[in-house]
């Protein structure tokens, strides 16, 4: 078990590399050739211009003003002055939002910490038990840490009393925060969707699932359905093709093309030497040819590959997926078929809100929509696997971490890591950072199986991989973490004692893995926080990409990648801090500086990102914020569940009647939540939508609505094409009756003559087959 000692080895190790860390950003940060590298977003915005090339060519790489140096700290309070609406104007809103989780820990913790100081540390330090405990237990491992914890309290200790109040106190007082925080965000996103600029998808649904038709195409079909189910509303469509070949041709010319300008570039300085390079794989062996006349000719002959592709798309009706993109008149005409059942069959005409365009993940818009379920079924298990295959490197990174009782089973061990330097760093520092290494490749696999799953929206990809990453660290991280590491710390109580003693032995063990997380959170949250400002990689491939492939300003461009927030990696993690402060706050609250260090840091390292590095890759208005409430309300509900337990094995049975209230009220709390502010995050109100297009109406009285949603869905490989997409529209006037082939809906067209509210015949042809 860590000792004292050891969390200072950590403190110390981790403090160090944050500092350094810090130190490095803010020298690197100042110099000019770094400039594309730390304020990105402000060279996209079109704000920021490369730093002066005037005077001595040194100058144009390194700063030479001292005075600069001496203000090395002025970005924090420039990441700290920006106003919330300007940064919601700056960043967007999901951005905004973010941030506000830090904020919400600092809130919540910050009062429990200093209540858990004032009340339980001394309760729990006086409690007298652990010396008891170390002679009758003499196989349990005690640390110094543990005087602070609930283990030290005697077992019927009327000093328990003191944990229970607490629990109710720390409960209502989180609630209390996030009810207020919950208000706060659903008005922010209220008042965004009111004052945000038009957007092709506050007028477009996606429909999928669009049943087969014998005598109209699918276009024909989707035409036909909308204009007689939702008259004189409807406006245009797009049919989704299938054009992933046509995506992986298009990429590939493009690589080919930049390779091209590469070696012209290279050529147009040394017009004596012609370029070479070999066939092989990224040009590593095979037959030297040259290069320039080599992608010349594949470059033509793909592009006629494409042109090849793309007309067989158009002209296959084997290629047009089920689904469609369909625009309204007026977002009130949207979200009324956004929000409602199309027909009797529900597994039919499904409608729902379309992504934003540059939200769309076109790849899998061609998965057929009978596949989907299955699909997640396969990810489900899949996702099982994963999580329990996980649990070896967990338990290694536990043994690490208990390596005192680890001697005990193998005695050998002793005079290897029985030195107090060694000892000191095996427990302080490596568990945490193991633990951290084992993590990083995993939010990458998540998130292709959530791509398998079939989700059509990047913002859908991310929420469902941070989903998975947050029940992964929920299973592994947390509850892995704490059975695995007391089943080989009591491996001998297990062995000797009789079934009805483990729980005892695991119950008083558990508050005993908080020396474990703290070490943890120190290296993930300090030194892994401190890395995240310092873009140590990003800066690395600038440079080298600035080197050997940027010839134009174009290409300076590509090379500055600003990157974006990581919500399935960066949203996870954070409510694992949430789970480990409310979880331990009334078992060993000595836990709860340390993540209140990393919420303050977070903070403050975040909402610098945001505003001069990350690039938002799309908005969705906070939409997330549910799933936040939720995980936090997890992790109280498991934090009450955790104490109730402990205070069985502490001989507490009549306060079981009394904690259990905690996870009811708990749980209706978030009842009341739902209810009450999640059809904001999942609904648009149609009042809203109508003083929006009454407004516009007002303002913009010759807009042509469908002029700006042409292209607004049209797939990205079929924009600037040399063969372009028809728009049904432009053959079939609007304000005409929808050509059918149905002889029985011909005959009934005579009657359906009326017209539109805007004076186009509708076509009412009474029941419509589905």
């Known amino acids: 078990m860590a000792t004292l000692s050891d969390i200072t080895v ?44 005037s005077g001595p060519l040194v100058k144009h790489y390194v700063n030479l003003d001292v005075r600069m140096y001496l203000r090395l700290l002025n970005w924090i309070p420039a990441a700290l002055k920006m106003p919330q609406l300007e940064l919601i104007e700056h960043a967007g809103l999901d951005s905004a939002v973010y941030i506000r ?102 007028f477009t649904v996606i429909v999928r699932n669009v049943p087969s038709d014998a005598d109209e195409s699918v276009s024909e079909h989707v035409e036909h359905f909308f204009r007689v189910n939702h008259p004189g509303q409807y406006l245009t469509h797009k049919v989704v093709y299938n054009a992933n070949k046509l995506a992986k041709m298009v990429d590939k010319k493009k690589d080919l093309h930049n390779r091209l300008i590469y070696y012209t570039n290279k050529y147009e300085r040394r017009p004596n030497k012609r370029p070479t390079t070999k066939t092989g794989f990224w040009g590593l062996w095979g037959k030297k040819i040259d290069a320039i006349n080599y992608y010349t000719e594949e470059i033509d002959k793909l592009g006629k590959e494409e042109v090849a592709e793309r007309e067989r798309v158009i002209g296959d009706p084997e290629a047009v997926v089920p689904a469609a993109f369909v625009s309204f008149r007026s977002r009130w005409g949207a979200a009324v078929c956004a929000q409602t059942q199309q027909t009797r069959n529900p597994t039919r005409w499904l409608t729902d809100w379309a992504p934003e365009p540059r939200d769309v993940y076109w790849s899998n ?50 005079p290897i ?12 520092f490596l568990p945490g950072m193991v633990l951290k290494i084992f993590l990083l490749v995993l939010p990458m696999i998540l998130m292709e199986m959530s791509k398998i799953e079939g989700y059509v929206a990047l913002s859908d990809l991310e929420a469902k991989s941070a989903a998975k990453f947050y029940f992964f660290l929920l299973v592994n991280v947390f509850l892995g973490s704490i059975v695995t590491g007391t089943a080989l710390q009591q491996l001998k109580e297990f062995l000797n004692k009789s079934a009805s003693e483990i729980p005892k032995t695991v119950g008083v063990s558990v508050p005993m893995k908080a020396t474990f997380f703290i070490t943890y959170i120190m290296v993930d949250g300090w030194a892994g926080i401190a ?58 609250p000595i836990l709860l500086p340390f993540i209140i260090i990393f919420f303050a840091f977070a903070y403050l ?17 906070a939409s997330f914020w549910p799933d936040v409430n939720r995980r936090i309300l ?32 708990t749980f209706a709390f978030h009842k009341l939540c739902k209810n009450r502010f999640e059809s904001a995050f999942r609904k648009f109100p149609l009042q809203d939508a109508m003083v929006k297009d009454t407004l516009e109406r007002a303002t913009e009285p010759q807009l042509n609505l469908k002029e700006y949603l042409k292209d607004a869905y049209t797939h990205p490989v079929f924009k600037g094409g040399e063969v372009e997409l028809m728009d049904i529209d432009e053959v079939v006037d609007e304000c005409h009756v929808v050509a059918t082939k149905r002889s029985s809906r011909r005959s009934s067209l005579k009657g359906s003559q009326a017209g539109t509210s805007d004076g186009c015949p509708e076509d009412r042809t009474g029941i419509y087959a589905v």
Not at 387 to 396: G, K
Not at 639 to 648: A, D
Request: glycine fraction near 4%.
């Open 531 to 588: 890395a995240e400002v310092l873009r140590l990689f990003p800066l690395i491939m600038y440079h080298l990409k600035n080197i050997f492939l940027v010839k134009t300003d174009k290409d300076r461009d590509e090379a500055m990648d600003p990157g974006s927030l990581l919500w399935p990696i960066t949203e996870p993690r954070l409510q694992l801090y949430f789970l480990l402060g409310l979880v331990y706050s009334t078992v060993t």
């Open 365 to 414: 818009l061609a998965i057929p929509f009978v596949e989907l379920n299955v699909r997640k079924l396969v990810m489900a298990v899949a996702l099982f696997g994963l999580i329990f295959s996980f649990m070896i490197p967990i338990t290694i990174v536990q043994t690490l971490a208990n390596i005192e009782s680890i001697e005990k089973v193998l005695p050998f061990l002793k």
């Open 605 to 621: 390292i975040f909402r610098h990102q945001i505003i001069n590095v990350y690039h938002q890759k799309y908005e969705s208005a």
């Open 634 to 665: 997890i992790g109280l509900i498991i934090s009450q569940l955790s104490l109730l337990g402990l205070l069985s094995t502490k001989q507490a049975a009549n306060s079981t009647p009394v904690l259990l209230v905690l996870p009811v009220l």
């Open 10 to 53: 950590s403190a110390s190790i981790n403090s160090l590399f944050a500092f350094l860390f810090l130190v490095a950003f803010a020298i690197l940060r100042l110099q000019p050739m770094n400039d594309r590298v730390y304020f990105p977003k402000w060279y996209l915005k079109g704000i920021r211009e490369n730093p002066s090339t």
């Open 101 to 202: 989780i830090y904020l919400l820990g600092l809130k919540i913790f910050v009062p429990i910490a200093l209540l858990a100081f004032a009340v339980l540390l001394p309760v729990n330090y006086t409690g007298g038990s652990f010396s008891i405990m170390s002679l009758k237990m003499k196989d349990l491992t005690f640390g110094e840490i543990d005087k602070f914890s609930i283990s030290n309290v005697p077992p019927a200790s009327k000093r328990l009393a003191a944990h229970i109040i607490m629990a109710y106190v720390f409960t209502f007082w989180t609630c209390y925060i996030l009810y207020k925080e919950y208000k706060i965000v659903t008005d922010m996103r209220l008042n965004f969707l009111a004052s945000q600029k038009r957007r092709p998808d506050q």
């Open 417 to 428: 890591v029985d030195k107090g330097s060694t000892k000191s760093f095996i427990q302080g």
